[in-house]
């Protein structure tokens, strides 16, 4: 009786010693792989993020953040500011244009889209090349609208966007001005993107 007792308390000791160490390594090597994919990818993530190029917009007509000369809004001749930029993306399928006035009284007021721009545009020409086109404006009409804030309004803020696209987009007859901004947001390429805003108000 005394040696039975002694072979089955044994037996169960080593059974529970298996299922121990089987339960201790699976989890164990579980949790190493996980973490090491999970750092591994934040880091690529944020490498890239790091190196991914943008897009420099540069103009001779005002300095960023200052305000837009007179002859450029409604005050004046209206005309475009002279915009240039660098940093489009080699991958680039087209270029887009798009100017906003994010004060607006009654939200964003899109004052410019221009699309179809070859990926070697650095300026908006005039005529615009074949394969571009000018896109709806706020106003209810296409193309420019120079800023025009009201009387008294205060200071405008006017965002001019440059976008590097993975894919042309061309805007539907009849598109809100805003969703055609969104459409092109949404195709531009990681990094395609540059902004430059300039400043106006009318006393």
Same mark, same amino acid.
């Given at each position: 009786?005394?040696?039975?007792?002694?072979?089955?308390?044994?037996?169960?000791?080593?059974?529970?010693?298996? @299922?121990?160490?089987? +339960? $201790? #390594?699976? !989890?164990?090597?579980?949790?190493?792989?996980?973490?090491?994919?999970?750092?591994? %990818? /934040?880091?690529?993530?944020?490498?890239?993020?790091?190196?991914?190029?943008?897009?420099?917009?540069?103009?001779?007509?005002?300095?960023?953040?200052?305000?837009?000369? @007179?002859?450029?809004? +409604? $005050? #004046?001749? !209206?005309?475009?500011?002279?915009?240039?930029?660098?940093?489009?993306?080699?991958? %680039? /399928?087209?270029?887009?244009?798009?100017?906003?006035?994010?004060?607006?009284?009654?939200?964003?007021?899109?004052?410019?889209?221009?699309?179809?721009?070859?990926?070697?545009?650095?300026?908006?020409?005039?005529?615009?090349?074949?394969?571009?086109?000018?896109?709806?404006?706020?106003?209810?009409?296409?193309?420019?609208?120079?800023?025009?804030?009201?009387?008294?309004?205060?200071?405008?803020?006017?965002?001019?966007?440059?976008?590097?696209?993975?894919?042309?987009?061309?805007?539907?007859?009849?598109?809100?001005?805003?969703?055609?901004?969104?459409?092109?947001?949404?195709?531009?390429?990681?990094?395609?993107?540059?902004?430059?805003?300039?400043?106006?108000?009318?006393?």
């Amino acid at each position: 009786m005394r040696l039975r007792r002694w072979n089955w308390s044994w037996s169960w000791s080593a059974a529970l010693l298996v @299922v121990l160490a089987g +339960c $201790s #390594g699976s !989890g164990s090597g579980s949790t190493s792989g996980s973490g090491s994919t999970s750092t591994s %990818a /934040a880091t690529s993530t944020s490498a890239a993020t790091r190196t991914s190029p943008a897009i420099t917009i540069t103009s001779t007509a005002f300095g960023p953040g200052q305000p837009i000369p @007179v002859q450029n809004t +409604c $005050s #004046g001749a !209206g005309a475009v500011p002279a915009l240039t930029w660098t940093g489009v993306p080699g991958t %680039a /399928a087209a270029v887009a244009v798009v100017m906003t006035d994010p004060d607006a009284p009654s939200g964003t007021f899109v004052h410019w889209i221009v699309t179809g721009l070859p990926a070697s545009a650095r300026q908006v020409p005039d005529p615009l090349p074949a394969g571009a086109q000018s896109g709806p404006n706020s106003a209810g009409s296409t193309g420019w609208r120079p800023p025009c804030p009201p009387p008294g309004g205060g200071t405008h803020h006017y965002v001019f966007e440059v976008l590097a696209l993975s894919r042309p987009v061309s805007p539907a007859a009849g598109a809100a001005p805003l969703d055609v901004v969104q459409q092109l947001r949404a195709a531009a390429l990681p990094g395609g993107r540059g902004t430059y805003t300039g400043t106006f108000s009318r006393a």
